[in-house]
């Protein structure tokens, strides 16, 4: 089963315009990423931030984490159509060893409209 | 971008006949992965390897089999195909070496099966 659930599953903005992506998760994790993936492509790694940090910034990225509620956003400042694409949370509940792994969320779907 | 190529990219293929996925990659990195996607469940783990020789089973390896036989190439067998297989399948690297985790997966652009 998915260990992140990403909200909404669908967004449509803007240009211009900031969008903000949720991310749950369920255990305990060691950090977590958001992923970009366009039409028909492989994914494409946005950000990582650790589970002892609290906010990242990435150019027009800002993701946050809260390992209390378990939940993480994503959010896109000034967006472009060029951010439209599929975003994706993933986590790892890596402690050493060889089973490092990430298990993805289903993703939001986001358009940019000109 | 990193080194990564699947083959084929795009495979037709009928039910019950034998199906090998290629992921080949060019930065020595330790980890491999392969990953199915479809419509409303994202991408689900099938198999993974952390070295040569060395795979373990993901969270949904029922039909599937791998191997790494060297450092470049892991394999991705469906034995019997079944139309549930039909999907996008992809492959990451990563250089994840314990004590220098950097965390990142590198995915290739997929292999689109359809099992009729």
Redesign the interface.
């Known amino acids: 089963?998915?260990q992140g659930e990403e909200d909404p599953q669908a967004l449509s903005i803007q240009e211009g315009e900031n969008a903000t992506m949720n991310c749950s998760y369920k255990t305990s994790i060691n950090?977590l990423?958001w992923?970009r993936q366009n039409s028909?492509?492989?994914?494409?790694?946005l950000i990582?931030i650790r589970s002892n940090e609290r906010e990242k910034h990435s150019g027009r990225l800002r993701v946050t984490l809260d390992t209390s509620k378990k939940s993480s956003s994503l959010l896109i400042t000034a967006s472009r159509a060029a951010d439209t694409a599929s975003y994706?949370c993933?986590t790892?509940a890596?402690r050493?060893?060889?089973?490092?792994?990430?298990?993805?969320?289903?993703?939001t779907l986001l358009t940019v409209n000109p | 971008d990193a080194g990564i190529t699947q083959s084929p990219r795009h495979k037709v293929t009928e039910t019950g006949t034998p199906v090998t996925l290629r992921c080949h990659q060019t930065e020595n990195h330790r980890?491999m992965?392969w990953?199915r996607q479809d419509p409303?469940?994202?991408?689900?783990?099938i198999h993974?390897s952390?070295?040569v020789k060395?795979t373990?089973k993901?969270?949904v390896s029922d039909g599937y089999s791998v191997s790494r036989s060297k450092t470049e190439d892991f394999l991705l067998t469906l034995e019997s195909a079944t139309s549930s297989q039909t999907s996008v399948y992809?492959c990451?690297i990563?250089p994840?070496s314990?004590a220098s985790?950097?965390?990142?997966?590198?995915?290739?652009?997929?292999s689109r099966l359809t099992v009729l």
Do not use: C, I, P
Not at chain 1, 96 to 107: E, I, P, R, V
Not at chain 2, 101 to 110: P, V
């Open positions: 089963s998915q950090n990423q992923y028909g492509r492989g994914l494409v790694h990582l994706f993933a790892d890596f050493g060893g060889s089973n490092y792994k990430l298990t993805f969320g289903k993703g | 980890y992965y990953y409303g469940h994202g991408l689900r783990l993974y952390y070295g060395d373990d993901g969270e992809f990451a990563s994840n314990g985790n950097t965390g990142e997966l590198f995915f290739g652009e997929g």
